[in-house]
Protein backbone atom coordinates (compact mmCIF):
# COMPACT_ATOMS: atom_id res chain seq x y z
CA UNK A 1 0.00 0.00 0.00
CA UNK A 2 1.17 3.55 -0.24
CA UNK A 3 2.71 5.15 2.56
CA UNK A 4 0.76 8.36 3.73
CA UNK A 5 2.69 11.68 4.16
CA UNK A 6 0.16 13.13 6.75
CA UNK A 7 -1.07 11.10 9.82
CA UNK A 8 -4.82 10.77 10.12
CA UNK A 9 -6.50 13.37 12.57
CA UNK A 10 -7.76 9.94 14.98
CA UNK A 11 -5.12 7.38 15.09
CA UNK A 12 -7.62 6.25 19.04
CA UNK A 13 -9.44 3.12 17.88
CA UNK A 14 -11.27 3.78 20.71
CA UNK A 15 -12.18 7.02 19.23
CA UNK A 16 -12.81 5.20 15.39
CA UNK A 17 -15.69 2.72 17.15
CA UNK A 18 -17.08 5.66 19.03
CA UNK A 19 -17.58 7.34 15.35
CA UNK A 20 -18.60 4.37 13.87
CA UNK A 21 -21.05 3.84 16.26
CA UNK A 22 -22.55 7.12 16.18
CA UNK A 23 -22.44 6.81 12.63
CA UNK A 24 -24.63 3.55 12.21
CA UNK A 25 -26.89 4.86 15.24
CA UNK A 26 -27.94 7.99 12.84
CA UNK A 27 -28.47 6.02 10.00
CA UNK A 28 -30.88 3.78 11.58
CA UNK A 29 -32.79 6.68 13.38
CA UNK A 30 -33.25 8.28 10.70
CA UNK A 31 -34.15 5.02 9.02
CA UNK A 32 -36.64 4.32 11.14
CA UNK A 33 -38.65 7.80 11.08
CA UNK A 34 -41.53 8.29 9.89
CA UNK A 35 -40.76 11.90 8.34
CA UNK A 36 -41.72 12.06 4.71
CA UNK A 37 -38.01 13.28 3.88
CA UNK A 38 -35.96 10.21 5.53
CA UNK A 39 -38.96 8.14 3.80
CA UNK A 40 -38.20 9.29 0.24
CA UNK A 41 -34.38 8.88 1.32
CA UNK A 42 -34.30 5.46 2.18
CA UNK A 43 -36.30 4.61 -0.95
CA UNK A 44 -33.40 5.87 -2.99
CA UNK A 45 -30.33 5.02 -0.78
CA UNK A 46 -30.48 1.72 1.32
CA UNK A 47 -29.65 2.12 4.72
CA UNK A 48 -26.87 -0.94 4.81
CA UNK A 49 -24.98 1.05 1.88
CA UNK A 50 -24.72 3.99 3.85
CA UNK A 51 -23.63 2.04 6.75
CA UNK A 52 -20.33 0.85 4.40
CA UNK A 53 -20.20 4.57 2.48
CA UNK A 54 -19.96 7.03 5.35
CA UNK A 55 -17.18 5.75 7.21
CA UNK A 56 -15.37 5.47 3.94
CA UNK A 57 -15.23 9.02 3.73
CA UNK A 58 -13.41 9.19 7.24
CA UNK A 59 -10.57 7.25 5.22
CA UNK A 60 -11.13 9.42 2.38
CA UNK A 61 -10.64 12.89 3.73
CA UNK A 62 -7.61 11.66 6.28
CA UNK A 63 -10.00 11.82 9.65
CA UNK A 64 -9.02 8.03 10.07
CA UNK A 65 -6.53 5.80 8.54
CA UNK A 66 -8.45 2.65 7.81
CA UNK A 67 -5.60 0.81 6.91
CA UNK A 68 -3.73 1.63 10.58
CA UNK A 69 -6.64 1.13 12.35
CA UNK A 70 -7.48 -2.14 13.78
CA UNK A 71 -11.13 -1.90 13.70
CA UNK A 72 -11.20 -4.25 10.72
CA UNK A 73 -8.98 -6.82 11.92
CA UNK A 74 -11.48 -6.65 15.42
CA UNK A 75 -14.27 -7.01 13.07
CA UNK A 76 -13.26 -9.56 10.87
CA UNK A 77 -11.46 -12.01 13.51
CA UNK A 78 -13.97 -11.60 16.49
CA UNK A 79 -17.17 -10.33 15.28
CA UNK A 80 -17.00 -12.01 11.96
CA UNK A 81 -16.74 -15.29 13.23
CA UNK A 82 -18.84 -14.88 16.60
CA UNK A 83 -21.73 -13.47 13.92
CA UNK A 84 -21.36 -16.61 11.80
CA UNK A 85 -22.08 -18.97 14.76
CA UNK A 86 -25.05 -16.79 15.91
CA UNK A 87 -26.72 -16.74 12.19
CA UNK A 88 -25.67 -20.13 11.66
CA UNK A 89 -27.49 -22.19 15.04
CA UNK A 90 -30.87 -20.45 13.90
CA UNK A 91 -30.24 -21.50 10.39
CA UNK A 92 -33.13 -23.89 8.97
CA UNK A 93 -31.02 -26.49 7.40
CA UNK A 94 -33.96 -28.47 5.25
CA UNK A 95 -35.51 -24.89 4.06
CA UNK A 96 -32.19 -23.92 2.64
CA UNK A 97 -31.98 -27.03 0.50
CA UNK A 98 -35.40 -26.59 -0.44
CA UNK A 99 -34.35 -22.83 -2.23
CA UNK A 100 -32.97 -25.33 -4.90
CA UNK A 101 -30.04 -25.70 -7.33
CA UNK A 102 -30.43 -21.91 -8.55
CA UNK A 103 -28.49 -20.67 -5.96
CA UNK A 104 -25.36 -22.77 -6.67
CA UNK A 105 -25.97 -22.49 -10.42
CA UNK A 106 -25.65 -18.69 -9.89
CA UNK A 107 -22.19 -19.06 -7.50
CA UNK A 108 -20.51 -20.93 -9.80
CA UNK A 109 -21.94 -18.75 -12.67
CA UNK A 110 -19.94 -15.97 -10.71
CA UNK A 111 -16.97 -17.92 -10.33
CA UNK A 112 -16.96 -18.74 -14.39
CA UNK A 113 -17.08 -14.78 -15.05
CA UNK A 114 -14.15 -14.05 -12.78
CA UNK A 115 -12.29 -16.94 -14.23
CA UNK A 116 -12.48 -15.57 -18.00
CA UNK A 117 -13.44 -11.86 -16.91
CA UNK A 118 -9.43 -11.48 -15.93
CA UNK A 119 -8.42 -12.60 -19.87
CA UNK A 120 -10.53 -10.63 -21.28
CA UNK A 121 -10.00 -7.75 -19.57
CA UNK A 122 -6.55 -7.79 -20.81
CA UNK A 123 -6.79 -8.38 -24.29
CA UNK A 124 -9.80 -5.56 -24.58
CA UNK A 125 -6.82 -3.43 -22.63
CA UNK A 126 -4.48 -4.40 -24.73
CA UNK A 127 -6.08 -3.24 -28.01
CA UNK A 128 -6.24 0.41 -26.52
CA UNK A 129 -3.58 0.94 -24.18
CA UNK A 130 -1.01 -1.75 -24.37
CA UNK A 131 1.07 -1.06 -21.86
CA UNK A 132 -1.67 -0.81 -19.01
CA UNK A 133 -1.56 -4.69 -19.35
CA UNK A 134 1.98 -5.01 -20.15
CA UNK A 135 5.09 -5.14 -17.73
CA UNK A 136 7.44 -8.13 -17.47
CA UNK A 137 9.23 -10.31 -14.36
CA UNK A 138 7.52 -9.77 -10.67
CA UNK A 139 6.03 -6.92 -11.38
CA UNK A 140 4.05 -7.60 -14.68
CA UNK A 141 0.12 -6.67 -14.45
CA UNK A 142 -1.18 -10.24 -14.98
CA UNK A 143 0.80 -11.69 -12.35
CA UNK A 144 -0.74 -9.11 -10.13
CA UNK A 145 -4.01 -9.34 -11.43
CA UNK A 146 -3.62 -13.25 -10.42
CA UNK A 147 -3.91 -11.56 -6.55
CA UNK A 148 -7.12 -10.12 -7.60
CA UNK A 149 -8.52 -13.27 -8.80
CA UNK A 150 -7.58 -15.18 -5.99
CA UNK A 151 -9.39 -12.33 -3.74
CA UNK A 152 -12.09 -12.62 -6.25
CA UNK A 153 -13.36 -15.86 -6.12
CA UNK A 154 -12.20 -16.73 -2.27
CA UNK A 155 -10.82 -14.34 -0.20
CA UNK A 156 -7.68 -12.73 1.52
CA UNK A 157 -5.96 -16.45 1.74
CA UNK A 158 -6.34 -17.48 -1.56
CA UNK A 159 -4.94 -13.97 -2.62
CA UNK A 160 -1.64 -14.82 -0.58
CA UNK A 161 -1.97 -18.13 -2.29
CA UNK A 162 -1.46 -16.62 -5.58
CA UNK A 163 0.94 -13.84 -4.83
CA UNK A 164 3.11 -16.67 -3.81
CA UNK A 165 2.59 -19.06 -6.47
CA UNK A 166 3.53 -16.63 -9.27
CA UNK A 167 5.63 -14.95 -6.86
CA UNK A 168 4.09 -10.93 -7.71
CA UNK A 169 5.85 -8.43 -6.71
CA UNK A 170 5.26 -5.83 -4.05
CA UNK A 171 4.72 -2.84 -6.27
CA UNK A 172 2.34 -4.50 -8.59
CA UNK A 173 0.96 -6.49 -5.50
CA UNK A 174 0.31 -3.14 -4.01
CA UNK A 175 -1.57 -1.58 -6.69
CA UNK A 176 -3.80 -4.41 -7.37
CA UNK A 177 -4.84 -4.85 -3.43
CA UNK A 178 -6.11 -1.33 -4.12
CA UNK A 179 -8.46 -1.92 -7.30
CA UNK A 180 -9.40 -5.18 -5.52
CA UNK A 181 -10.90 -3.36 -2.83
CA UNK A 182 -12.61 0.04 -4.34
CA UNK A 183 -13.68 -2.10 -7.47
CA UNK A 184 -15.13 -4.66 -5.68
CA UNK A 185 -16.79 -2.37 -2.86
CA UNK A 186 -18.51 -0.39 -6.17
CA UNK A 187 -20.06 -3.64 -6.94
CA UNK A 188 -20.57 -4.54 -3.23
CA UNK A 189 -23.20 -1.11 -3.62
CA UNK A 190 -24.53 -1.62 -6.90
CA UNK A 191 -25.98 -4.63 -5.61
CA UNK A 192 -27.14 -3.38 -1.96
CA UNK A 193 -29.05 -1.00 -4.42
CA UNK A 194 -30.51 -3.90 -6.65
CA UNK A 195 -31.49 -5.50 -2.84
CA UNK A 196 -33.87 -2.11 -2.14
CA UNK A 197 -35.78 -3.03 -5.39
CA UNK A 198 -35.29 -6.74 -5.33
CA UNK A 199 -39.38 -7.83 -5.67
CA UNK A 200 -39.76 -5.43 -8.71
CA UNK A 201 -36.75 -6.46 -10.37
CA UNK A 202 -38.04 -10.11 -9.68
CA UNK A 203 -41.36 -9.40 -10.84
CA UNK A 204 -39.91 -7.80 -14.35
CA UNK A 205 -37.88 -11.18 -15.20
CA UNK A 206 -40.29 -13.68 -13.90
CA UNK A 207 -38.46 -14.80 -11.40
CA UNK A 208 -40.07 -17.62 -8.72
CA UNK A 209 -39.23 -16.26 -5.66
CA UNK A 210 -41.17 -18.36 -3.89
CA UNK A 211 -38.69 -20.72 -2.06
CA UNK A 212 -37.19 -17.58 -0.48
CA UNK A 213 -40.85 -16.23 0.31
CA UNK A 214 -41.56 -19.36 2.13
CA UNK A 215 -38.06 -19.12 4.19
CA UNK A 216 -38.59 -15.57 5.20
CA UNK A 217 -42.19 -16.99 6.51
CA UNK A 218 -40.90 -19.77 8.11
CA UNK A 219 -38.77 -17.51 10.10
CA UNK A 220 -41.02 -14.78 10.94
CA UNK A 221 -43.71 -17.80 11.86
CA UNK A 222 -40.90 -18.89 14.39
CA UNK A 223 -40.43 -15.59 15.68
CA UNK A 224 -43.54 -14.86 16.19
CA UNK A 225 -44.66 -18.44 17.81
CA UNK A 226 -41.30 -18.02 19.96
CA UNK A 227 -39.88 -14.50 20.45
CA UNK A 228 -39.93 -13.19 24.00
CA UNK A 229 -38.32 -10.14 25.45
CA UNK A 230 -34.85 -11.56 26.47
CA UNK A 231 -33.62 -11.50 30.30
CA UNK A 232 -29.91 -10.52 31.38
CA UNK A 233 -29.88 -14.33 31.25
CA UNK A 234 -30.84 -15.25 27.68
CA UNK A 235 -28.03 -11.82 26.67
CA UNK A 236 -25.70 -13.55 28.42
CA UNK A 237 -26.04 -17.20 26.66
CA UNK A 238 -26.03 -15.54 23.09
CA UNK A 239 -22.86 -13.84 24.28
CA UNK A 240 -21.06 -16.99 25.62
CA UNK A 241 -22.47 -19.57 22.01
CA UNK A 242 -21.53 -16.65 19.91
CA UNK A 243 -17.80 -15.78 21.53
CA UNK A 244 -17.43 -19.36 23.37
CA UNK A 245 -17.62 -20.79 20.09
CA UNK A 246 -15.32 -18.07 18.19
CA UNK A 247 -12.86 -18.54 20.92
CA UNK A 248 -12.86 -22.35 19.97
CA UNK A 249 -12.79 -21.71 16.60
CA UNK A 250 -9.32 -19.55 17.20
CA UNK A 251 -8.02 -22.33 19.31
CA UNK A 252 -8.56 -24.77 16.56
CA UNK A 253 -7.08 -22.32 13.30
CA UNK A 254 -4.37 -22.12 15.63
CA UNK A 255 -3.26 -25.49 16.01
CA UNK A 256 -4.43 -26.59 12.16
CA UNK A 257 -3.29 -23.33 9.94
CA UNK A 258 0.44 -24.56 11.68
CA UNK A 259 0.06 -28.58 11.71
CA UNK A 260 -0.84 -28.58 8.07
CA UNK A 261 1.74 -26.27 7.07
CA UNK A 262 4.58 -28.00 8.56
CA UNK A 263 2.71 -31.71 8.04
CA UNK A 264 1.49 -31.03 4.33
CA UNK A 265 3.04 -28.39 2.76
CA UNK A 266 1.74 -29.48 -0.63
CA UNK A 267 -1.76 -28.84 0.70
CA UNK A 268 -1.23 -24.93 0.08
CA UNK A 269 -3.15 -24.17 -3.08
CA UNK A 270 -6.08 -25.60 -0.85
CA UNK A 271 -6.05 -22.71 1.56
CA UNK A 272 -5.10 -25.17 4.83
CA UNK A 273 -2.28 -23.06 5.65
CA UNK A 274 -4.43 -20.20 6.57
CA UNK A 275 -5.78 -19.86 9.92
CA UNK A 276 -8.05 -17.03 8.44
CA UNK A 277 -9.78 -19.76 6.49
CA UNK A 278 -9.97 -22.44 9.65
CA UNK A 279 -11.60 -19.76 11.50
CA UNK A 280 -14.28 -19.53 9.82
CA UNK A 281 -14.64 -23.17 9.03
CA UNK A 282 -14.72 -24.09 12.60
CA UNK A 283 -17.36 -21.67 13.62
CA UNK A 284 -19.76 -21.97 10.48
CA UNK A 285 -19.34 -25.64 11.33
CA UNK A 286 -20.01 -25.82 14.95
CA UNK A 287 -22.68 -23.81 14.34
CA UNK A 288 -24.53 -25.38 11.85
CA UNK A 289 -24.01 -28.41 13.99
CA UNK A 290 -26.06 -27.33 17.00
CA UNK A 291 -28.91 -26.11 14.58
CA UNK A 292 -29.83 -29.20 15.04
CA UNK A 293 -29.90 -29.10 18.49
CA UNK A 294 -31.90 -27.27 21.65
CA UNK A 295 -29.47 -24.63 21.45
CA UNK A 296 -30.85 -23.37 18.19
CA UNK A 297 -33.73 -21.52 20.22
CA UNK A 298 -31.60 -19.53 21.81
CA UNK A 299 -32.96 -17.46 18.42
CA UNK A 300 -35.99 -17.08 20.10
CA UNK A 301 -34.19 -14.27 22.25
CA UNK A 302 -33.00 -12.52 19.59
CA UNK A 303 -29.50 -14.38 18.69
CA UNK A 304 -29.55 -13.10 15.32
CA UNK A 305 -30.65 -9.65 16.28
CA UNK A 306 -27.29 -9.73 17.90
CA UNK A 307 -25.80 -10.86 14.97
CA UNK A 308 -27.17 -8.20 12.80
CA UNK A 309 -25.60 -5.47 15.07
CA UNK A 310 -22.35 -7.19 14.54
CA UNK A 311 -22.82 -7.08 10.45
CA UNK A 312 -23.00 -4.01 10.95
CA UNK A 313 -20.17 -3.24 12.85
CA UNK A 314 -18.42 -5.32 10.30
CA UNK A 315 -20.11 -3.42 7.26
CA UNK A 316 -18.61 0.20 9.06
CA UNK A 317 -14.78 -1.13 9.54
CA UNK A 318 -15.07 -2.75 5.51
CA UNK A 319 -15.77 1.08 4.66
CA UNK A 320 -12.88 2.41 6.51
CA UNK A 321 -10.53 0.34 4.31
CA UNK A 322 -12.45 2.46 0.83
CA UNK A 323 -10.48 5.36 -0.30
CA UNK A 324 -12.05 6.92 -3.48
CA UNK A 325 -8.97 9.20 -4.06
CA UNK A 326 -6.71 6.15 -4.87
CA UNK A 327 -8.26 6.20 -8.31
CA UNK A 328 -6.37 8.95 -9.10
CA UNK A 329 -3.28 7.54 -8.35
CA UNK A 330 -3.39 4.39 -11.29
CA UNK A 331 -6.52 4.97 -13.24
CA UNK A 332 -5.68 2.31 -15.86
CA UNK A 333 -5.67 -0.52 -13.15
CA UNK A 334 -9.19 0.85 -11.87
CA UNK A 335 -10.15 0.16 -15.66
CA UNK A 336 -9.01 -2.96 -16.54
CA UNK A 337 -10.07 -3.92 -12.74
CA UNK A 338 -13.91 -2.81 -13.90
CA UNK A 339 -14.29 -4.19 -16.86
CA UNK A 340 -13.06 -7.55 -15.35
CA UNK A 341 -16.38 -6.93 -13.16
CA UNK A 342 -18.76 -5.26 -15.70
CA UNK A 343 -17.60 -9.06 -17.42
CA UNK A 344 -19.03 -10.88 -13.98
CA UNK A 345 -21.77 -8.64 -13.68
CA UNK A 346 -23.27 -9.08 -17.07
CA UNK A 347 -22.47 -12.95 -17.11
CA UNK A 348 -24.53 -12.94 -14.00
CA UNK A 349 -27.04 -11.06 -14.79
CA UNK A 350 -27.36 -12.67 -18.34
CA UNK A 351 -27.62 -16.47 -16.65
CA UNK A 352 -30.34 -14.93 -13.67
CA UNK A 353 -32.20 -14.17 -16.88
CA UNK A 354 -32.21 -17.08 -18.85
CA UNK A 355 -32.60 -19.50 -15.41
CA UNK A 356 -35.56 -16.77 -14.18
CA UNK A 357 -32.86 -16.85 -11.11
CA UNK A 358 -34.33 -14.32 -8.17
CA UNK A 359 -32.30 -11.64 -7.29
CA UNK A 360 -31.19 -12.72 -4.13
CA UNK A 361 -29.13 -15.69 -5.69
CA UNK A 362 -27.53 -13.61 -8.18
CA UNK A 363 -26.69 -10.98 -5.46
CA UNK A 364 -25.18 -13.50 -2.74
CA UNK A 365 -23.94 -16.00 -5.71
CA UNK A 366 -21.67 -12.69 -6.87
CA UNK A 367 -21.12 -11.73 -3.23
CA UNK A 368 -19.86 -14.95 -2.12
CA UNK A 369 -17.02 -15.16 -4.85
CA UNK A 370 -16.05 -11.27 -4.83
CA UNK A 371 -16.33 -10.76 -0.81
CA UNK A 372 -16.56 -14.23 0.81
CA UNK A 373 -17.35 -15.09 4.33
CA UNK A 374 -16.78 -11.12 5.07
CA UNK A 375 -19.18 -9.42 3.20
CA UNK A 376 -21.55 -11.90 1.71
CA UNK A 377 -24.26 -12.14 4.86
CA UNK A 378 -24.10 -8.53 4.35
CA UNK A 379 -25.96 -8.62 0.97
CA UNK A 380 -27.71 -11.70 2.06
CA UNK A 381 -29.42 -9.73 5.22
CA UNK A 382 -29.85 -6.87 3.04
CA UNK A 383 -32.96 -8.98 1.39
CA UNK A 384 -33.80 -10.09 4.82
CA UNK A 385 -31.95 -11.05 7.90
CA UNK A 386 -33.21 -15.03 7.90
CA UNK A 387 -31.39 -15.21 4.61
CA UNK A 388 -27.79 -14.62 5.66
CA UNK A 389 -26.65 -18.11 6.62
CA UNK A 390 -26.84 -18.57 2.55
CA UNK A 391 -24.49 -16.00 2.23
CA UNK A 392 -21.80 -17.90 4.72
CA UNK A 393 -22.66 -21.07 2.98
CA UNK A 394 -21.80 -20.03 -0.53
CA UNK A 395 -18.70 -18.19 0.87
CA UNK A 396 -17.03 -21.19 2.63
CA UNK A 397 -17.16 -22.58 -0.73
CA UNK A 398 -15.41 -20.09 -2.65
CA UNK A 399 -12.70 -20.44 0.01
CA UNK A 400 -12.11 -24.55 -1.60
CA UNK A 401 -12.48 -23.21 -4.88
CA UNK A 402 -10.68 -19.79 -5.04
CA UNK A 403 -6.74 -21.64 -5.22
CA UNK A 404 -7.83 -23.78 -8.14
CA UNK A 405 -9.79 -21.07 -9.82
CA UNK A 406 -7.12 -18.46 -9.37
CA UNK A 407 -4.39 -20.30 -11.03
CA UNK A 408 -6.76 -21.17 -14.19
CA UNK A 409 -7.11 -17.37 -14.28
CA UNK A 410 -3.47 -16.39 -14.11
CA UNK A 411 -2.72 -19.13 -16.81
CA UNK A 412 -5.02 -17.53 -18.47
CA UNK A 413 -3.73 -14.10 -18.63
CA UNK A 414 -0.55 -14.81 -18.76
CA UNK A 415 -1.47 -16.38 -22.38
CA UNK A 416 -2.85 -12.65 -23.63
CA UNK A 417 -0.80 -10.71 -21.86
CA UNK A 418 1.24 -8.75 -23.70
Not at 304 to 314: N, R
Amino acid sequence: MSQEIHQALITNDAVVLGLLAIILGGIFVTHASPHPFWRRFYTVIPAVLLCYFLPSLLNTFGIVDGHESRMYHVSTRYLLPACLVLLTISIDFKAIIALGPKALIMFLTGTFGIVIGGPIAILLMSMVYPDAVGGAGPDAVWRGMTTVAGSWIGGGANQAAMKEVYEVGDKIFSSMVTVDVIVANIWMACLLMMAGRAKQIDAKVGADSSAIEALKDKVEAYHAEHARIPTGTDLMKIVAWGFGITGLAHFGADFLGPWFAENYPALKPYSVHSKFFWLVVIATTVGLSLSFTRVRHIEAAGASKLASVMIYILVASIGLHMDITAIAKSPQYFVVGMIWMAIHASLMLIVARLIKAPLFFMAVGSQANVGGAASAPVVASAFHPSLAPVGVLLAVLGYALGTYMAWLCGQLMQIVAP
